[in-house]
Protein backbone atom coordinates (compact mmCIF):
# COMPACT_ATOMS: atom_id res chain seq x y z
CA UNK A 1 0.00 0.00 0.00
CA UNK A 2 3.06 2.47 -0.36
CA UNK A 3 0.95 4.10 -3.18
CA UNK A 4 -1.47 5.64 -0.78
CA UNK A 5 1.16 6.71 2.22
CA UNK A 6 1.75 10.71 1.74
CA UNK A 7 3.00 12.82 0.60
CA UNK A 8 2.09 11.17 -3.05
CA UNK A 9 4.12 11.30 -6.47
CA UNK A 10 1.54 14.28 -7.33
CA UNK A 11 -0.84 16.25 -5.00
CA UNK A 12 -4.27 16.75 -5.19
CA UNK A 13 -3.60 20.58 -6.05
CA UNK A 14 -2.28 19.87 -9.21
CA UNK A 15 -4.48 17.10 -10.49
CA UNK A 16 -7.64 19.31 -9.36
CA UNK A 17 -6.67 22.73 -10.80
CA UNK A 18 -4.76 20.77 -14.08
CA UNK A 19 -8.74 18.94 -14.53
CA UNK A 20 -10.34 22.44 -14.10
CA UNK A 21 -7.99 23.91 -16.56
CA UNK A 22 -8.66 20.99 -19.22
CA UNK A 23 -12.29 21.54 -18.65
CA UNK A 24 -12.98 25.12 -18.92
CA UNK A 25 -10.04 25.32 -21.79
CA UNK A 26 -11.49 22.43 -24.22
CA UNK A 27 -15.17 24.29 -23.54
CA UNK A 28 -14.33 27.41 -24.40
CA UNK A 29 -12.47 26.58 -27.47
CA UNK A 30 -15.20 24.23 -28.87
CA UNK A 31 -18.33 26.66 -27.76
CA UNK A 32 -16.06 29.82 -28.70
CA UNK A 33 -16.67 31.28 -25.59
CA UNK A 34 -15.53 34.98 -24.76
CA UNK A 35 -12.29 35.21 -22.89
CA UNK A 36 -12.48 35.94 -19.36
CA UNK A 37 -10.20 36.19 -16.25
CA UNK A 38 -11.04 32.40 -15.19
CA UNK A 39 -10.91 31.42 -19.15
CA UNK A 40 -7.29 33.29 -19.29
CA UNK A 41 -6.24 31.13 -15.99
CA UNK A 42 -7.00 28.03 -17.27
CA UNK A 43 -5.59 28.47 -20.54
CA UNK A 44 -1.98 29.21 -18.31
CA UNK A 45 -2.31 25.77 -16.06
CA UNK A 46 -3.58 23.43 -18.20
CA UNK A 47 -0.51 23.18 -19.37
CA UNK A 48 1.65 23.97 -17.14
CA UNK A 49 -0.10 20.99 -15.23
CA UNK A 50 0.68 18.71 -18.39
CA UNK A 51 3.97 19.81 -18.59
CA UNK A 52 5.21 19.02 -14.92
CA UNK A 53 3.96 15.89 -15.18
CA UNK A 54 5.60 15.17 -18.50
CA UNK A 55 9.14 16.42 -17.06
CA UNK A 56 8.87 13.76 -14.81
CA UNK A 57 9.71 10.95 -17.66
CA UNK A 58 13.22 13.15 -18.52
CA UNK A 59 13.62 14.02 -15.26
CA UNK A 60 16.03 11.23 -14.51
CA UNK A 61 18.26 11.40 -17.47
CA UNK A 62 18.88 15.32 -17.69
CA UNK A 63 20.18 17.52 -15.43
CA UNK A 64 16.86 19.56 -13.25
CA UNK A 65 17.85 23.19 -14.41
CA UNK A 66 17.50 21.69 -18.32
CA UNK A 67 13.83 20.23 -17.65
CA UNK A 68 12.48 23.21 -15.66
CA UNK A 69 13.72 25.42 -18.75
CA UNK A 70 12.37 23.21 -21.24
CA UNK A 71 9.72 23.45 -19.12
CA UNK A 72 8.91 26.78 -18.56
CA UNK A 73 9.36 27.25 -22.74
CA UNK A 74 7.14 24.92 -23.31
CA UNK A 75 4.32 26.29 -21.00
CA UNK A 76 4.82 29.97 -22.05
CA UNK A 77 4.25 28.75 -25.85
CA UNK A 78 1.53 26.28 -25.08
CA UNK A 79 0.01 29.23 -22.94
CA UNK A 80 -0.02 31.83 -25.85
CA UNK A 81 -1.32 29.26 -28.30
CA UNK A 82 -4.12 28.23 -26.29
CA UNK A 83 -4.90 32.10 -25.69
CA UNK A 84 -4.37 32.95 -29.28
CA UNK A 85 -6.68 30.28 -30.26
CA UNK A 86 -9.47 31.04 -28.05
CA UNK A 87 -9.40 34.93 -28.88
CA UNK A 88 -8.64 34.31 -33.21
CA UNK A 89 -11.67 31.50 -32.79
CA UNK A 90 -14.00 34.09 -31.68
CA UNK A 91 -12.85 36.69 -33.98
CA UNK A 92 -11.82 39.02 -31.10
CA UNK A 93 -8.28 40.82 -31.77
CA UNK A 94 -5.32 38.49 -30.04
CA UNK A 95 -3.77 41.26 -28.08
CA UNK A 96 -5.18 43.83 -25.60
CA UNK A 97 -5.81 47.73 -27.14
CA UNK A 98 -2.81 49.48 -26.60
CA UNK A 99 -4.03 52.84 -27.14
CA UNK A 100 -3.94 54.01 -23.77
CA UNK A 101 -0.36 52.59 -23.09
CA UNK A 102 2.74 54.49 -24.54
CA UNK A 103 5.50 52.41 -26.10
CA UNK A 104 8.02 54.16 -23.76
CA UNK A 105 5.47 52.46 -20.66
CA UNK A 106 5.88 48.61 -22.44
CA UNK A 107 9.65 49.04 -22.46
CA UNK A 108 9.82 49.91 -19.08
CA UNK A 109 7.72 47.13 -18.17
CA UNK A 110 9.63 44.30 -20.41
CA UNK A 111 13.07 45.40 -18.77
CA UNK A 112 12.07 44.93 -15.14
CA UNK A 113 10.26 42.11 -15.91
CA UNK A 114 13.72 40.52 -17.86
CA UNK A 115 15.59 41.65 -14.99
CA UNK A 116 12.96 40.15 -12.53
CA UNK A 117 13.18 36.71 -14.50
CA UNK A 118 16.77 37.21 -15.42
CA UNK A 119 17.40 36.95 -11.35
CA UNK A 120 15.07 34.05 -10.87
CA UNK A 121 17.00 32.40 -13.38
CA UNK A 122 20.35 33.37 -11.53
CA UNK A 123 18.92 31.76 -8.24
CA UNK A 124 17.65 28.96 -9.81
CA UNK A 125 20.56 28.41 -11.26
CA UNK A 126 22.78 28.59 -8.20
CA UNK A 127 20.56 27.33 -5.33
CA UNK A 128 20.15 23.76 -4.41
CA UNK A 129 16.92 23.44 -5.88
CA UNK A 130 15.50 19.85 -4.10
CA UNK A 131 17.07 20.87 -0.79
CA UNK A 132 15.87 23.99 0.08
CA UNK A 133 12.85 23.27 2.45
CA UNK A 134 12.74 21.50 5.28
CA UNK A 135 10.84 22.57 8.07
CA UNK A 136 7.16 21.74 8.59
CA UNK A 137 5.70 24.50 6.19
CA UNK A 138 7.32 22.68 3.65
CA UNK A 139 5.52 19.27 4.52
CA UNK A 140 2.51 20.84 4.28
CA UNK A 141 2.94 22.22 0.73
CA UNK A 142 4.51 18.86 -0.51
CA UNK A 143 0.76 17.41 0.85
CA UNK A 144 -0.76 19.73 -1.54
CA UNK A 145 1.41 19.35 -4.50
CA UNK A 146 3.09 16.51 -4.57
CA UNK A 147 6.39 14.82 -2.43
CA UNK A 148 9.48 16.65 -2.86
CA UNK A 149 11.20 13.24 -2.74
CA UNK A 150 9.97 12.42 -6.15
CA UNK A 151 10.62 16.13 -7.58
CA UNK A 152 6.61 17.20 -8.72
CA UNK A 153 6.14 19.78 -6.09
CA UNK A 154 9.61 21.66 -6.90
CA UNK A 155 9.27 21.57 -10.68
CA UNK A 156 5.40 22.21 -10.79
CA UNK A 157 6.05 25.42 -8.39
CA UNK A 158 9.09 26.71 -10.29
CA UNK A 159 7.77 26.46 -13.44
CA UNK A 160 4.50 28.23 -12.37
CA UNK A 161 7.03 31.28 -11.69
CA UNK A 162 9.15 31.31 -14.65
CA UNK A 163 6.79 30.56 -16.97
CA UNK A 164 4.33 33.10 -15.74
CA UNK A 165 7.22 35.55 -15.75
CA UNK A 166 8.66 34.73 -19.45
CA UNK A 167 4.73 34.26 -20.44
CA UNK A 168 4.53 38.30 -19.37
CA UNK A 169 7.78 39.24 -21.58
CA UNK A 170 6.65 37.26 -24.43
CA UNK A 171 3.38 39.03 -24.37
CA UNK A 172 4.49 42.52 -23.43
CA UNK A 173 7.43 41.69 -27.41
CA UNK A 174 3.89 40.97 -28.86
CA UNK A 175 2.12 44.52 -27.25
CA UNK A 176 5.60 46.12 -28.54
CA UNK A 177 5.56 45.29 -32.17
CA UNK A 178 1.41 45.80 -32.21
CA UNK A 179 2.31 49.31 -31.01
CA UNK A 180 5.00 49.72 -33.71
CA UNK A 181 3.13 48.40 -36.50
CA UNK A 182 -0.07 50.57 -35.56
CA UNK A 183 2.20 54.11 -35.39
CA UNK A 184 3.01 52.91 -39.20
Not at 104 to 121: D, E, G, N, R, V
Not at 145 to 166: A, D, P, R, T
Request: net charge positive.
Amino acid sequence: MSSFSLPWVVGPVPIVVTTWSAYVTTTAVIHRKEMTGGRFVAAFLFPLGLIAATSLIFLPRYDVRIVLTAGQVATTVCFIAIYILEKTLRGDPPLLPTERVTIKQILWSLYFAAILYFIYCLVMFNIPIFNACSIAKCYALELLLGGKVYKFSVLYSLNFIGSLMLAGIILTLFLIISKVRTKN
